[in-house]
């Protein structure tokens, strides 16, 4: 992706987050705004077209798809802040843990780390998902025990980094405890970094587990989610091709808006090229310092 253009997009907060609060609105007031029950059966109504009754139409089953596409932005959304948080908190304890040691404990740790970063994470995942069996929670047990090693190894780098900071040691000698030191100095800078890399992480989680339930590892039917949805639409795909037409559009745009949120979130460190107003207003400013400083060496001079 063009660096510009992402550039572009930090001067506009609001043009990211707009889709990303979207999502975590509708997964909060599912319950509130789907117009139907997203299980319910209706076989006099099996594939509808759009009407005033049902938004997107009706499914196979005659089930509402706008109340499944809403059902299954819930879904998608609980999963994804349970794998997270309990990635997050796995990663940061146990790379924290590794950098502030040191020695040989780090060592045993960095070998773990390595190991769980040599594959990607969804292999891991399916490897997992075929010994704990399918499931919804062995899908979100599986997705957090693959997503916790880069936030292991990132927490771990900058515990490292930071111990070799004069302050840490300014706060030794005056008689900090290492409980202190790490819970005021050094856990702010980790959760800085993993917390920028886990918003872009989001997208990626959330296509994960969609697809997990693709392949029937995951969420089981007739609970609504979008990969689920896939699979159900796909033998209706000539005839009816809005049933994976619009479960596909909303995970994509799910998925684009995190990456997008995500790399803001990290182009906010990246110095920004000053021009327009603020560069015209600079250079007057500058101009006027420079006449002042002639006219004081001149008066000088003379």
């Known amino acids: 992706m063009n660096i510009s253009a ?3 997009i930090k001067d506009w907060p609001w043009l990211v987050l707009l889709p990303v609060i979207g999502f975590v609105l509708v997964g909060i007031f599912a319950p509130v705004i789907m117009p139907y029950d997203p299980s319910t ?52 304890t146990i790379g924290s843990f590794a950098g502030y040691v040191g020695g040989r404990v780090e060592l045993v740790l960095i070998s773990i780390i390595d190991i769980a ?10 490897a997992l998902i075929g010994i704990l069996g399918t499931g919804y929670w062995s899908m979100i047990t599986a997705l957090t025990l693959a997503w916790w090693a ?29 409980l202190w030191i790490f819970v005021r100095h050094i856990l702010p800078h ?50 009816v091709p809005r049933l994976v037409v619009l479960p596909g559009l909303a995970l ?21 090229p000053v021009r327009g107003a603020t560069l015209r207003k600079r250079r007057r400013a500058r101009a006027r310092e420079e006449a002042e400083r002639n006219a004081v060496e001149t008066g000088t001079t003379s």
């Open 6 to 8: 992402i550039r572009d």
């Open 41 to 92: 059966q209706d076989y006099s109504a099996t594939l509808e077209g759009v009407s005033w009754t049902h938004w997107l139409g009706t499914d196979y089953l005659g089930r509402d798809v706008l109340s499944r596409i809403i059902g299954g932005a819930r879904i998608s959304l609980v999963a994804m802040v349970i794998v997270l948080v309990a990635a997050l908190a796995i990663g940061v």
């Open 117 to 126: 970063l040599a594959l990607p994470s969804l292999v891991i995942a399916l």
């Open 150 to 178: 880069n936030y292991a190894r990132m927490s771990r780098a900058v515990v490292t980094a930071e111990l070799q900071q004069p302050y840490i040691e300014a706060a030794r000698v005056m008689g900090a405890g290492h």
């Open 190 to 239: 980790v959760l800085a970094l993993v917390v920028v890399y886990a918003s872009a992480d989001a997208g990626a989680l959330v296509l994960a587990i969609a697809t997990l339930s693709f392949l029937g590892l995951g969420v089981a039917p007739p609970t609504p989610e979008w990969g689920q949805m896939l699979v159900d639409g796909m033998s209706y795909i000539e005839e």
């Open 252 to 272: 994509t745009l799910v998925v684009v808006s995190f990456n997008l949120l995500g790399e803001a979130f990290a182009l906010q460190k990246v110095p920004r």
